[in-house]
Structures are given as C-alpha cells and as structure tokens.
Nanobody, 121 residues
C-alpha cells in the first residue's frame, strides 16, 4: 500500500554530520505527518523530530539545535540534517508517516526499515 525507504545512514566521527532521507511511495492520497524515530540497543524507540504537512516541526530536547527536519511535499520525502553528531546519537533511525491512502478509509502509520547511524568518539 505505502512504502517508506530511508537512506543516508553511516559511520561518522563525533562532531561530523549526516543527512537522512526518506521517500514515501505507493497509494498515497495525502501525508499528514512525517517524522524520524530512533532506537539504540537496549533502549526504547523515541521520537527524534517530526514535521506536518503545514511545515510545523518539533524535536526531541536532545537534538534541538543540532538536527533539522524538512520535507519536499511534491516528492513525498522527508529529510533529517544531523549536525554535531554525538556518540549517544548512535541508533537505528526509522522514518514514520501518517498517511491517507487512495485505497482504505482513514489515516494509518507506516514505517521504514530503518537506517543505521553510528557515531564514534
């Protein structure tokens, strides 16, 4: 129905930057919200940042001032610019979207497979 594909993860040193991308495709009528979550080993999945179709954003306190979320609505794509990366940012980052499809009534959450971000000291 809807697929989310993340890219841009990798291994970097502390203080460096990465840019994640997530492209949504499929039977999309509209996307209300797109966001990024992350899950580190042994920890719960947590919200990193999200953006609405009206470009309203919010961030986890731990990344505010370092990460920037943005979107290209025409491409159904969301980005996460991550600057000044810290070892504690190491996690699998998952793209999430709340989507109204052309097939089913209502809006549903969809998830990407995740992309690994590793930040070394």
């Amino acid at each position: 129905q809807v697929q989310l594909v993340e890219s841009g993860g990798g291994l970097v040193q502390a203080g460096e930057s990465l840019r994640l991308s997530c492209a949504a495709s499929g039977s999309i009528f509209s996307i209300n919200v797109m966001g990024w979550y992350r899950q580190a080993p042994g920890k719960q999945r947590e919200l990193v940042a999200r953006i609405t179709s009206g470009d309203s954003t919010n961030y986890a306190d731990s990344v505010k001032g370092r990460f920037t979320i943005s979107s290209d609505n025409a491409k159904n794509t969301v980005y996460l610019q991550m600057n000044s990366l810290k070892p504690e940012d190491t996690a699998v980052y998952y793209c999430n979207a709340k989507v109204r499809t052309t097939i089913l009534p209502g809006a549903y959450d969809y998830w990407g497979q995740g992309t690994q971000v590793t930040v070394s000291s």
